[in-house]
């Protein structure tokens, strides 16, 4: 299993399970291979050999994106592109992770693969484009949308949320965008599990349940013993440079999808494993 994006938050994690799975894993970091360099793509596709791929690398800065669309679609749509064709090319399956972030947020309901996107910022169009070009092709490609994510291996909100919480006595959090909060290494045993398996087409794998960034933080704060109040607020109040959905809670139409455990459990499990790490 050949693994893109190895060094970030998601791909660490699927490096890992995805070893202790039993599976032969190449994992490369973006110092080894620049997704957005078609022919250093098809050549360490070429060299690994996989039966599968599983693309993690990816432009995740949401905001920074804004100011630089045609960056963050070189590596989030062309690149992906590029690690598919080279994976198609060689007989290998790919797994490509994209983002509630291609929904609006304004259908009012859990949002399942079939619903149409509207991507409301320039990340969004970007990951947009990397399912099209992913999608578009022939072999074994499948596309995994999740959201929120959580790990041990990067910044995320919940660092975010703990650092601030020893430095202040209140905090305040939006709380009118709902999503799925998702733990790593709930997502990255379904991720292997789908490239093993040779999946085909659009699956929605995020933690279960719902949150706003407001009841997360609150959470956070109760399950790490953290003494300190989240206070609710409005994205109205908190702008920021990406729109961002008001409500892209994901859930699977797809009988074959996985299920992951409900966020509080991936909450739990992340605050045990960064306090035994
Ligand atoms: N984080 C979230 O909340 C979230 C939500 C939904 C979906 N996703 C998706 O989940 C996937 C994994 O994201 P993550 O949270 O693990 O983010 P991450 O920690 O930023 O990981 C992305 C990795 O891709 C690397 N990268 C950037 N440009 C590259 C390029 N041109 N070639 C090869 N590698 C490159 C980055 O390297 P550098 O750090 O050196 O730039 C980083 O190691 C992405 O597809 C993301 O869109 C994330």
Not at 180 to 208: D, K, R, S
Request: include cysteine; charged fraction near 20%; charge should be negative.
């Amino acid at each position: 299993m050949l693994v893109t994006g190895a060094g970030g938050m998601l791909g660490r994690d699927v490096v890992r399970v995805a070893e202790a799975a039993g599976h032969d894993v190449v994992g490369l970091p973006r110092a080894e291979l620049d997704v957005t360099d078609a022919s250093a793509v098809r050549r360490a596709v070429a060299d690994a050999s996989p039966g599968a791929v599983v693309n993690c690398a990816a432009w995740t800065d949401v905001d920074g994106a804004e100011a630089d669309e045609a960056e963050a679609t070189r590596v989030n749509g062309n690149g992906a592109g590029h690690v598919a064709a080279a994976a198609t090319g060689a007989g290998a399956g790919v797994v490509h992770v994209s983002s509630d972030y291609v929904f609006d947020g304004t259908k009012g309901a859990p949002y399942v693969e079939s619903d149409p996107t509207a991507p409301l910022s320039a990340y969004g169009r970007s990951k947009l484009a990397g399912e099209r070009a992913v999608g578009d092709g022939p072999g074994a490609r499948a596309i995994v949308r999740s959201s929120w994510l959580f790990g041990t291996g990067g910044r995320n909100f919940v660092e975010t949320m703990l650092a601030l919480g020893t430095e202040r006595d209140v905090v305040r959090v939006v709380g009118d965008q709902i999503g799925c909060p998702t733990y790593t290494g709930h997502l990255a045993p379904a991720l292997v599990a789908l490239a093993a398996g040779g999946a085909t087409g659009t699956f929605h794998v995020a933690g279960t349940g719902a949150a706003s960034w407001y009841a997360f933080a609150r959470e956070i704060f109760r399950a790490a013993g953290v003494d300190c109040r989240a206070e609710e607020t409005t994205t109205e109040e908190f702008p920021r440079p990406a729109p961002r959905p008001a409500f892209s809670v994901l859930v699977s139409q797809r009988r074959d999808a996985p299920r992951l455990a409900p966020w509080q459990d991936g909450l739990a499990e992340y605050l045990a494993e960064r306090v035994a790490a």
